[in-house]
């Protein structure tokens, strides 16, 4: 049987609802999504300003923009072809899209209030990860600064004893 030309579009019983700082750009997608993974790439870290990017991977058909797609500006790079959308008010990434996968679209995990189904288990570029994140170190509370935590110092290794002397 044909499907009736102004039916809306076949959504899943639950869906992720995800927004810029601003607000101006809202978006959603069905859960549960396909996939999740941590960019560890230079251009990743670059377009978001952080030690990695956490992407949520969706069908283009199961992404809906629900309000301020007036505000999406875009980044094509040139060399790899890969997309980045961004709210032109406040600058939040809200999409990165890639030649590869034309059918896919990737939204950054922290647009997203409310799970989406796919926890992060992926990691990719690893090769080109920062030689600065954080790599789970010991934290202690600085005095002072409630909700703040450091890395405690490295402790130097003591050389051993050298008898001779």
């Not at 072809?81 to 995990?109: D, H, Q, W």
């Amino acid at each position: 049987m044909p499907k009736a030309p102004d039916a809306p579009p076949k959504r899943s019983a639950v869906q992720a609802a995800g927004a810029c700082a601003c607000g101006a750009v809202r978006l959603e997608i069905d859960v549960p999504a396909v996939w999740a993974w941590h960019d560890h790439s230079r251009a990743g870290r670059r377009a978001h300003g952080g030690a990695y990017a956490t992407y949520v991977g969706s069908w283009r058909s199961r992404l809906r923009v629900l309000a301020g797609e007036e505000h999406l500006t875009r980044y094509e790079d040139p060399k790899s072809g890969a997309a980045r959308s961004f709210c032109a008010r406040c600058g939040t990434p809200m999409l990165y899209e890639r030649p590869r996968s034309p059918k896919m679209v990737n939204i950054p995990r922290g647009v997203f209030e409310t799970r989406t189904g796919r926890e992060p288990r992926y990691h990719l570029s690893l090769g080109e990860q920062a030689d600065w994140i954080y790599d789970g170190a010991p934290l202690s509370p600085l005095k002072g600064y409630p909700g703040v935590m450091r890395e405690r110092p490295r402790r130097k290794k003591a050389l051993p004893d050298d008898p001779g002397f």
